[in-house]
């Protein structure tokens, strides 16, 4: 059982940035590849960001790319999300979620852990 626990969400100005952050419990956090997830009211979850278990891949949502940076620290059992030049469509609640195997996936169906989640937004 793995347990995620978010944090770093807030209210920012569009253009502004935000380091969200995501630590896990358990003593295997590099055989879990890790993603991130957001829901805006209204709209269903969708995928952002995944790094694999190693860190030495990630995938991004055409949304996020150029913009959000994904990074863990597998000493720290810490996965991040760096996010730069935000928009007001990006205001959502974010969510951290670990799969049992180290490999990446963009689908929300793939992942067998979710934290709580961590409200961003973003102002115009």
């Known amino acids: 059982q793995v347990q995620l626990v978010e944090s770093g969400g807030g209210l920012v100005q569009a253009g502004g940035s935000l380091r969200l952050f995501c630590v896990a419990s358990?003593?295997?956090?590099?055989?879990?590849?890790m993603g991130w997830f957001r829901q805006a009211p209204g709209k269903e979850r969708e995928f952002v960001a995944v790094?694999?278990?190693?860190?030495?891949?990630?995938l991004y949502a055409d949304s996020a790319k150029g913009r959000f940076t994904i990074s863990r620290d597998n000493a720290k059992n810490t996965v991040y999300l760096q996010m730069n030049i935000l928009k007001p469509e990006d205001t959502a609640v974010y969510y951290c979620?670990?799969?049992?195997?180290?490999?990446?996936?963009?689908?929300?169906?793939?992942?067998?852990?979710w934290g709580q989640g961590t409200q961003v937004t973003v102002s115009s």
């Open positions: 979620a670990a799969r049992n195997i180290p490999f990446a996936a963009m689908s929300a169906a793939d992942y067998n852990y």
């Open positions: 358990g003593r295997t956090f590099s055989r879990n590849a």
């Open positions: 790094i694999t278990g190693s860190g030495s891949s990630t």
